[in-house]
């Protein structure tokens, strides 16, 4: 039996003697308010109160338990207040229950009352300063809780509601201050560390905050808020792998909490795991099903997963739920673009721009959707619109750009690269693309400057690579045009055109055996490269493989039936020996020409046949 079990035993036998004393009763209900066995101790104070109803204890205990009701609750409490209009724990619980019902006026009357009772009353004037402080008047919750802390200046309580008021009053040092003395008072105080915490987070003092937390953790491993702040600054500093540990510890504690929930599925998206973010956006929209950003994520985390219907579907039901949601419109547009639905794309583009004409990524958006259309007047339009709307989008004057090079405006390609590279001079795709239009206006000394410059921006640039070694190719530095292929080629990029321009360039080292190798790579990658093919033929020519060679003009003739400098080349090889079958093929090469309309070749043929 334990002790309680025993003063249990004790007082019914007392009860038992002396059924009158209603203190016996109350002193019985007490005892079951411990056990949690609230019936029998509401049948105690009932007993208490027949015997003597001026009993404020017992009406005070009645209104504890039976606090959930908070009608009844307070009905008891204004009966011991009637009794006692001096008992200031009845004022101060009435004044509690008023506040939960947010009635904060009657509230305040009671604190107030509870003063005029005892000007020293502690816990009023804290109370009196949180109630302030929850409706703003920032002014009266400074003079109570300045008044609380007169009457009790180690109150850590106090301190800590007073320095988040005086964040709100803009007051941060003596926010500060005060966080720092409850901290002296109590060094364990997990409110006062993460307090401090969050007013060194919000100056920017991501790693002192990260202490502070830190420190409130080692008292409270498992605080939800806690852990959450953690996480965040985690994000702030880049180490997403400990943020993820402790939002993680946030679901074990409840698996419900959104704000842990959206965290991770962010951290997953930024870390491009897909599947856990869509794992997380559907567990954080199960809780809130009506959440168009939670849906709008998840939406976001399909599309990227490659899962479109799905994300198209998300997307759908946000502007279901609100027409004007800019996000799920430009989405919709996104996934409509990896269908290669483009009309689609762009009508979800151009609703996100009615609804706000200044969103310059849907601007973007709807200009690549009109490019895609095979709409450059359109798409040039539309980037420029884009550049109205920020004079400094680097993407959109680099994407300008990229359009009048594609409709052979070199002149206009090269003004807005070079606007686009003084914004952001460190890109080194506009480099690279600015190169290729001084290359193509044949001006390949600042051709060969802009690839150097994207180089230097991104040394591992394979594309400005192979463009350098064309320009080197062009202007005859043939060590450089190699050098310049073999490095694009060793970082690992597997690119047909790459391995043809460097055969190239062997060939023109004479290297032929070295240039055949790289035009046979170019084909195993590409086995329609039609160029690499004949340049091979060329080759077996020069070294005088001819019957390599025949093999391949033929090879190119079953590709391209009416490629005539395939008929001329093995013509002129088979001249010496067959006479009567280069004839052959000039005349099938002639009156190819004449069927294409070929006047050079048609020149060319008949020339070779007068001299059959």
């Known amino acids: 039996m334990d002790q309680i079990e025993e003063q249990i035993k004790k007082l019914k036998g007392k009860i038992k003697h002396d059924p009158e004393d209603y ?12 056990r949690g066995e609230l019936h029998y101790a509401h049948k105690m104070f009932k007993e208490a109160l027949k015997i003597n109803p001026a009993f404020t204890p017992a009406l005070l205990m009645m209104s504890i338990i039976h606090q959930e009701n908070t009608e009844e609750s307070k009905k008891f409490l204004h009966q011991a207040a009637n009794l006692n209009p001096k008992d200031l724990y009845v004022f101060n619980n009435l004044a509690s229950i008023y506040v939960s019902e947010n009635k904060f006026d009657e509230a305040i009357k009671y604190w107030e009352k509870a003063i005029k009772v005892d000007r020293n009353f502690f816990q009023a004037y804290y109370n009196l300063g949180l109630t302030y402080s929850k409706l703003n008047k920032n002014k009266a919750a400074e003079k109570y809780y300045m008044r609380a802390l007169e009457l009790n200046p180690s109150d850590c309580y106090t301190l800590n509601n007073l320095g988040l008021l005086h964040i709100k009053q803009g007051k941060t040092k003596e926010a500060q201050a005060l966080f720092q003395k409850a901290l002296e008072i109590d060094p364990k105080d997990v409110f006062a560390h993460n307090n401090l915490g969050k007013l060194l987070e919000s100056q920017g003092k991501d790693l002192k905050a990260l202490n502070e937390f830190k420190k409130a953790i080692e008292v409270d491993p498992n605080d939800i808020y806690i852990n959450n702040n953690i996480g965040r600054v985690y994000i702030k500093l880049g180490r997403f792998k400990e943020s993820i540990a402790h939002f993680n510890k946030v679901l074990k504690q409840d698996p419900r909490d959104l704000y842990a929930l959206n965290n991770l599925g962010n951290l997953y998206i930024n870390t491009n795991n897909w599947n856990k973010a869509i794992d997380m956006f559907r567990a954080a929209l199960k809780i809130n099903p009506k959440d168009t950003y939670i849906r709008n994520k998840l939406g976001q985390s399909y599309l990227h997963y490659g899962k479109i ?22 989405h919709l547009g996104l996934a409509y673009l990896k269908l290669r639905h483009y009309g689609k794309a762009a009508d979800e583009f151009a609703k996100t721009l009615k609804i706000d004409d200044k969103n310059i990524i849907a601007s973007n958006n709807l200009a690549l959707s009109y490019s895609l259309m095979n709409k450059p007047g359109k798409a040039i339009d539309q980037f420029k619109q884009s550049i109205s709307i920020n004079p400094e989008d680097a993407y959109a004057l680099s994407q300008l750009a990229l359009l009048y090079s594609k409709i052979n405006k070199i002149s206009a390609a090269i003004t807005y690269y070079k606007k686009a590279i003084k914004i952001n001079p460190n890109n080194s795709n506009s480099h690279n693309n600015l190169g290729l239009a001084y290359y193509l206006s044949s001006k390949y000394i600042p051709a060969m400057k802009e690839f150097k410059r994207a180089l230097e921006a991104d040394p591992n640039n394979a594309s400005a690579y192979d463009n350098l070694g064309i320009v080197y190719l062009k202007i005859g530095e043939l060590e450089n045009s190699v050098d310049s292929f073999t490095r694009a080629i060793n970082f690992g990029v597997n690119n047909s055109t790459i391995y043809n321009n460097l055969g190239i360039a062997r060939a023109k080292q004479n290297k032929l055996y070295d240039a055949i190798i790289w035009w046979k790579k170019t084909l195993k990658t590409n086995p329609e490269h039609f160029e690499a093919r004949f340049n091979i033929a060329l080759a077996y020519t020069e070294l005088k493989k001819f019957d390599l060679a025949m093999e391949e003009y033929k090879t190119i003739l ?7 400098p395939s008929y001329i080349n093995m013509a002129d090889i088979l001249l010496k020996d067959k006479p009567a079958e280069s004839k052959k093929l ?5 009156l190819i020409a004449e069927k294409q309309k070929d006047v050079k070749y048609k020149k060319i043929i008949k020339e070779k046949l007068k001299n059959t």
């Open 558 to 564: 079953k590709i391209k039936r009416g490629f005539l």
């Open 586 to 590: 000039l005349k099938t090469a002639l």
């Open 23 to 34: 203190k016996f009763y109350y002193e019985l209900g007490t005892l079951y308010v411990q």
């Open 309 to 330: 219907r799905k994300s198209m579907l998300e997307f759908k039901k946000s502007v279901l739920a609100d027409e004007n949601d800019l996000y799920a419109h430009n």
